[in-house]
C-alpha cells in the first residue's frame, strides 16, 4: 500500500510529516484528511477554529502533493510572483492581441467581462445596503432617544400623580393631629 503524508502549514512555515501512514489510495488519504481537519476543528472545543485560523493540511504521496485544505477559518494565502518564489524566474509576458485570439479565448474574455459586471453589480448592491444600514441605524437611535424621553416623562408624571395622590392624605392627617384646644375654623 501507498504511503501518504500529512504535513502541517502556516504560510512559509511547514511541520512536515515524516512518517506518513499507509493507505488504500488518495481518495483515502483525502478522507482522513478531511477527517483530521474534523477533528481538529471540533466545535466543542472552545476556539478551536480560531487557533488553527490560516493553517493549512497538506496531504502528499511519494511522488509529489496532490490536497490541500484549510484547517481553521479561511485563511487569505500571499501570493507572491514567480520570480519571489524560491527558485523561482521572472515570467515570461506575451503581448494578448484580440484578432488573434482563439475561440476559446474569446470566450474566457466574455465569462472574464461577466464576472467582472456581475462584481461590479455586487459591490454597488452592498454600498447601497450599508447605506440603507446606516439611515436604519440613524432611525433607531432617534427612536431610541425619544423612547428614552417618554420613560422620562412618564416617571415624572407619576412621581407628581403620586404626591398629588399623597398630599390630600397628608392634609387629613395633619388635622387629625393637630393639639387639644385649638379650634379649627371652616370660615
Do not use: C
Not at 477527517?35 to 502528499?60: G, I, Y
Amino acid at each position: 500500500m501507498p504511503r501518504y503524508f500529512f504535513h502541517l502549514r502556516f504560510g512559509q512555515r511547514v511541520l512536515p510529516d515524516e512518517e506518513g501512514i499507509e493507505l488504500r489510495n488518495r481518495a483515502a488519504a483525502r478522507d482522513e484528511a478531511l477527517a483530521v481537519v474534523h477533528d481538529l476543528t471540533n466545535p466543542k472545543v472552545k476556539d478551536a477554529r480560531q487557533r488553527w485560523a490560516s493553517w493549512f493540511l497538506e496531504v502528499a504521496d511519494e511522488r509529489s502533493g496532490f490536497f490541500r485544505t484549510p484547517i481553521g477559518h479561511p485563511a487569505l494565502e500571499l501570493v507572491t510572483s514567480d520570480r519571489q518564489a524560491p527558485g523561482g524566474a521572472e515570467p515570461e509576458l506575451r503581448p494578448v492581441r484580440a484578432e488573434s485570439a482563439l475561440p476559446e479565448e474569446a470566450h474566457a474574455g466574455g465569462r472574464t467581462a461577466q464576472i467582472v459586471r456581475q462584481r461590479a453589480a455586487l459591490h454597488q448592491r452592498s454600498a447601497q445596503l450599508l447605506k440603507e444600514n446606516h439611515e436604519l441605524r440613524s432611525e433607531l437611535l432617534s427612536l431610541r432617544l425619544v423612547t428614552e424621553a417618554l420613560v422620562v416623562r412618564t416617571r415624572r408624571l407619576v412621581s407628581l400623580a403620586r404626591a398629588a395622590a399623597v398630599a390630600p392624605l397628608l392634609a387629613a392627617s395633619a388635622m387629625m393631629t393637630a393639639p387639644t384646644g385649638t379650634l379649627l375654623s371652616t370660615v
